[in-house]
């Protein structure tokens, strides 16, 4: 009788633990995704200084208070699971955009430049990772401030996963406009990026070969 008890408490433990979720899992995949860990920190850090008595010189409640809610909107599109961003066309002309490297790439980049035709949209689950804005072009909303300026050197726009950038042309300023602000804008040297300075012709002049929904 004592053995059959100890069995019987022994089978009662067993199945709580295969129905109940246990203390100790593992945490969600998202927590690992290092837009996710930027995002949290700059939303902290953002926090912490909109309950500080004294705000950065130009900086309003105002200012911090949409860049919070941008970074919450950002953070909860992170935990939906969505582990990839996605790139739209809408300039007019060939679009250089980064993703993942081939897997038989030697290059020591962290990734490759692809090129995305006009009104294409890159594949679901393929990661865009951002795009490339070459030097000489006018772009708008690059900065903090909406202002169009001229681009001396190329840079990397990065965009977080779970994001949806659409780049057009504005028809009246012939600005790049983007309709998200960039995670993070990267010059030659700032990240492990390729960043070439070539022209925007040159892109143009490019064969599309980036996945795309309608042809992947």
């Known amino acids: 009788m004592r053995y059959l008890k100890i069995v019987l408490v022994a089978l009662v433990i067993f199945v709580n633990l295969l129905i109940a979720k246990p203390s100790f899992a593992d945490p969600p995949k998202f927590t690992n995704n290092p837009d996710y860990i930027q995002v949290t ?13 004294e705000l950065p010189e130009g900086v309003t409640q105002e200012d911090i208070q949409k860049s919070i809610a941008d ?3 950002q953070k909860y599109a992170l935990e939906s699971g969505i582990n990839w961003g996605q790139c739209r066309n809408e300039t007019g002309k060939t679009l250089a955009v980064y993703g993942a490297k081939p897997k038989k790439s030697t290059s020591t980049f962290d990734n490759a430049i ?3 035709a006009d009104g294409e949209t890159t594949n679901d689950e393929w990661d865009c990772d951002g795009v490339y804005l070459p030097g000489g072009i006018k772009i708008a909303g690059l900065s903090n401030n909406a202002k169009t300026q001229e681009l001396a050197n190329p840079v990397a726009v990065k965009i977080l996963d779970g ?3 659409v780049v057009k042309v504005n028809p009246d300023t012939g600005a790049v ?3 998200v602000p960039p995670s993070e804008i990267y010059s030659a040297g700032d990240a492990n990026w390729f960043i070439p300075n070539i022209s925007p012709d040159a892109i143009a002049a ?11």
Do not use: C, G, M, W
């Open 41 to 53: 920190q700059a939303l902290d850090e953002l926090l912490k200084v909109k309950d500080s008595p």
């Open 71 to 73: 970074l919450e909107f």
């Open 114 to 116: 692809y090129f995305l």
């Open 163 to 165: 994001t949806q950038l």
């Open 177 to 179: 406009e983007l309709n």
């Open 206 to 216: 490019r064969i599309p070969n980036a996945p795309t929904i309608e042809n992947d």
